[in-house]
């Protein structure tokens, strides 16, 4: 009743990354039906009543027994909540998910978190398994009464599988890649190896001294107290999130920027992100700088793979630009996406995903000094009348960091809900302050708002 993790897969459960989505919400919940929506959902997905467990020389997943699948978690509190699921782990061995509803003491602010193993999901999966509980949700309040209930949760309300009932696991994603010939990805994979080796770049260094540092003041754009339960790990340090949020009218105007230049939204992310990180490298000149993009597969596979299909399906591109500490940022978003496009031109998305094995005895193919993500534009949840989402938010988190590195890629995770597009900047606190993040944040908005207000003709691209 296992099924063995593939290569890709494989890597995750090293990384120890999980996503992280919330929605806070106003009205009344019905805990009863959210807990059942949430068993139905669990129910229909096998890899999300499952646990890693070690196979051979690599993992497996393995059915949980029916009294340790994860149910959902009620809660009283406030935003304090938010903070100790962030910094709460998924340990390898456990439920490789976990969904939380707090809500406040009046009873009608409430903040739904569920959090998923990377091992099982991406983006995009995680965005639509937390869209469908609330589908589910609202199916059963809707509909009323227990007959109803008991429809939409399925299996889940009769106990536990029979034994010999093996799961319909998904296959993983490397199984469904395109034919291709072995000396083909060999001779790619040399060809990435040597680019790292002629074009290495910079990374960030930390503004933590090595040891306990605290950081006086906070603001409502970042995550996380000092205080709050779990979030400390070993070293000190907890995941904080800053945050950067332009409202529809600032998100229109930039994406209507990108149309006049030829360029993606996500182009011009990368390149405002990117400017912000040379500054904060010292010297003068151009410096060479990495941009690692996730890409997504679902929809590049032929037949397109289903959002709600619970495997990480997502490989990664990575570029090296010289960027000056005077770089404009239009020229970076046109060089961006002009090799972003020819990236998957060329179906190197492809042969990316079959070098993944390679990424543990060579952790450079993916070195960056950003990582920008690239969701794009993705609904929310759909609810029943007398609740309104008030924020949605997708962060992603990691057990393991390492302050004893000096220096490392600076994330900004960059998602559209509802028309608005919102970045958010992930970090721990014994690497990177809180207000340092404040500032590249700041540095970040700043060349967003300055692209969003270009009106004059536009830079050709730097090749």
């Not at 890597?11 to 992280?20: D, I, K, P």
């Amino acid at each position: 009743m296992h099924r063995p993790l593939c290569p890709v897969e494989t890597l995750y459960v090293g990384q120890r990354s999980r996503a992280v989505l919330s929605c806070a919400l106003r009205g009344q919940v019905d805990a009863g039906a959210l807990s059942a929506a949430f068993d139905a959902v669990t129910q229909h997905h096998p890899t999300l009543r499952a646990r890693i467990v070690p196979d051979g020389q690599g993992f497996a997943l393995r059915p949980l027994g029916e009294d340790e699948r994860p149910r959902l978690i009620i809660r009283t509190g406030g935003e304090e909540v938010y903070a100790a699921e962030l910094n709460t782990p998924l340990p390898v061995g456990g439920p490789l998910s976990r969904a939380v509803l707090v809500s406040a003491p009046e009873g009608d602010r409430h903040l739904f978190v569920l959090v998923v193993d990377h091992t099982i999901t991406d983006g995009h999966s995680s965005i639509a398994l937390h869209n469908a509980v609330w589908d589910h949700y609202r199916r059963l309040v809707e509909g009323g009464g227990d007959e109803e209930r008991t429809a939409v949760a399925g299996p889940a309300a009769h106990g536990p599988e029979e034994e010999d009932a093996l799961p319909h696991w998904p296959r993983p994603v490397s199984r469904e890649l395109p034919d291709a010939d072995p000396a083909d990805t060999a001779a790619y994979l040399e060809r990435r190896v040597e680019g790292i080796r002629r074009h290495p770049v910079e990374l960030v260094p930390y503004d933590v001294p090595r040891g306990p540092a605290a950081d006086a003041g906070r603001d409502p754009g970042s995550a996380g107290t000092d205080a709050s339960p779990g979030a400390e790990q070993a070293d000190g340090g907890h995941i904080e999130v800053c945050r950067l949020g332009l409202d529809e009218e600032r998100t229109g105007r930039l994406r209507r920027t990108a149309r006049r230049a030829g360029v993606s939204v996500h182009a011009l992310v990368a390149a405002a992100v990117l400017t912000a990180a040379r500054r904060r490298l010292e010297g003068e000149g151009p410096r060479t700088l990495g941009c690692l993009s996730p890409v997504d597969l679902r929809s590049r596979l032929s037949p397109p793979l289903p959002a709600l299909l619970m495997v990480p399906a997502v490989t990664t591109q990575l570029q090296t630009l010289d960027v000056a500490e005077d770089s404009d940022p239009m020229v970076l978003a046109r060089t961006v996406h002009a090799r972003l496009r020819d990236f998957l031109d060329r179906g190197d998305q492809y042969r990316e995903m079959r070098i993944t094995p390679e990424i543990p005895g060579n952790p450079a193919l993916q070195l960056a000094t950003v990582i920008v993500t690239n969701m794009g534009v993705v609904p929310g949840p759909r609810l029943p009348a007398g609740l309104r989402a008030t924020d949605v938010r997708l962060v992603p988190a990691r057990e393991h960091y390492f302050p004893q590195a000096g220096r490392s890629p600076v994330m900004a995770c960059v998602v559209s809900f509802e028309g608005r597009l919102a970045i958010e900047f992930p970090h721990f606190t014994a690497c990177f302050s809180p207000s340092f993040m404040r500032g590249f944040r700041d540095d970040v908005l700043a060349a967003l708002l300055a692209l969003a207000d270009v009106t004059e003709p536009l830079p050709t691209p730097a090749r």
